[in-house]
């Protein structure tokens, strides 16, 4: 069974990389040297903020992809460690939080 990391790295601009790997130690070195991805390249120097345990591959795959879509704040509450607050960050999304003119179970009603 194939393992994998999913790691979080701090970009200089202050921007975050999520990413996945089977070898963590030789990611970095990649990424240090700009050979890793063309976003981080252009970002350098590059900083491991976080990362998780090993997993199995096709876990880590979709915790990476979770957490790519997630907002900078919610990012920073893990790497933090402060897991009670991840919850509350979650952002949902209905047409009642969408602040839209109409209801848009009943149709336009403003004409």
């Given at each position: 069974?194939?393992?994998?990391?999913?790691?979080?790295?701090?970009?200089?601009?202050?921007?975050?990389?999520?990413?996945?790997?089977?070898?963590?130690?030789?990611?970095?070195?990649?990424?240090?040297?700009?050979?890793?991805?063309?976003?981080?390249?252009?970002?350098?120097?590059?900083?491991?903020?976080?990362?998780?345990?090993?997993?199995?591959?096709?876990?880590?795959?979709?915790?990476?992809?979770?957490?790519?879509?997630?907002?900078?704040?919610?990012?920073?509450?893990?790497?933090?460690?402060?897991?009670?607050k991840?919850?509350?960050?979650?952002?949902k999304?209905?047409?009642?939080?969408?602040?839209?003119?109409?209801?848009?179970?009943?149709?336009?009603?403003?004409?």
């Open positions: 069974m194939k393992q994998g990391v999913v790691y979080i790295l701090k970009c200089s601009n202050g921007s975050f990389y999520t990413g996945v790997t089977n070898d963590l130690e030789e990611r970095l070195n990649l990424h240090h040297r700009g050979l890793a991805s063309k976003f981080t390249a252009g970002h350098l120097p590059v900083e491991l903020v976080w990362n998780s345990d090993t997993m199995d591959i096709n876990d880590a795959i979709s915790l990476e992809k979770q957490i790519k879509g997630w907002r900078q704040e919610k990012k920073v509450a893990l790497i933090n460690e402060e897991y009670e991840l919850p509350g960050l979650a952002r999304y209905s047409l009642k939080n969408l602040d839209l003119p109409f209801d848009g179970a009943q149709g336009d009603k403003s004409r």
